[in-house]
């Protein structure tokens, strides 16, 4: 909840007192950098809590801090792997395939904080696999907002320029990552060991590979209509589209803080084969979320209005996506714990696929009804794909393993 109030502050704050370009421009960096980021973290922010779980159930937790550092090695690589590639391939390629010249700097500065930005992740969900779940929430949901806010305030009373609304967003990252860093080496000081560890750089990576694939295929499901959205129309309707889509982001972050605090018990329950304890924590897991969601859904529907409104009078515009999306997010939420039990049982690649199929049928129907219905069909296109990839990976699930992820089962 405190993660809650800081996001809508913070948004609340930036509304009302800065234009909608800046702060179309910081959703769009927002939006862009979680994207990016799934070639620099290559999935190892929730490959850390799938081996926790596997060394926990083998007694081995201890051998944790020796993956940490292996995997802090890969994201770095990949990160600077990344920085390089954009800084080879040409302005005028990047121009060809859509982007806007504007969106090209915000790109730019997104990539250029990539490593630390990564760093931040993968800190946090390490703190999380040390059983430090509110510490790990403080970080993920109010510690990366501090910069921006205190950048916002600033702004407000003039004492820094608007144009720099973006750079306190970003660069507070570099202050995250040693602050996160810290955290993380306090708590393995305790656990470290100098014997060598069974799990490797290579089984690392093609463990963490599919979910990071699955991850950047998540992220455009995203970006997708925020980028479409700039790009037929203006930063105003991505601004507006935007608040939609951060409100609707409370039933997520439900879905999400659930799903991760369950993550290290379903690789457990599975790495022993302990079938009964498995459905116990999902069905556990589906009630959780199933209760939360429609109890907070039911409220942001029937104060939509309100709640756009109070970002600024024009962000009502976007009431009947927002609509879409609440609806959408709540039928969703009946699902339980559709991609975190993909990933904690080995089911990587084939959750990936489904994922890039989904994909795909997202980019056709935003291509379809962006153009024709604005917000309206970005809000069809989420809702469509969403609810297209939860049917699939629930019938997977119990094709594969005969465990209903559904709550009515």
Known sequence: MAGVATLFGLSTLMTRNLDEVFVGSYEFARVALLTVATFGLLGTEQSVLYFAGKLDAKKQINQLPLVYFKMLKVVWVCSVVVLLIYLVVPTSFLVLCGIKESLLVVLKKCILILPFYVTTILNTETIRAYNKVLLSEWFRNIFKYIPIITGTLLIIFNRAPVNTLLDWYLYGFVLLAILSFAVVFFLMKRHFIKTPSEITS????????????????????????????????????TAYYAIAMKIMSVLSMVIIGVNINYAPKIAINYENNDITALKVNLKEAARTIAFLNFTVGLILLLGGSFFLSIFGENYTEALPAYNILIVSQMVVSLFGMVPMYMNMTGKQQLFHKIMGLSVVVNIICNVILIPRFNMVGAAISYAITVLLWNVLVAYFSFKSDKVHLMLWK
């Open 202 to 237: 290579i089984k690392i990576i093609k463990t963490s590979y599919p979910m990071a694939i699955s991850s950047f295929y998540t992220y455009l499901l995203m970006t997708i209509d925020v980028f479409l959205l700039a790009q037929f129309f203006n930063l105003h309707f």
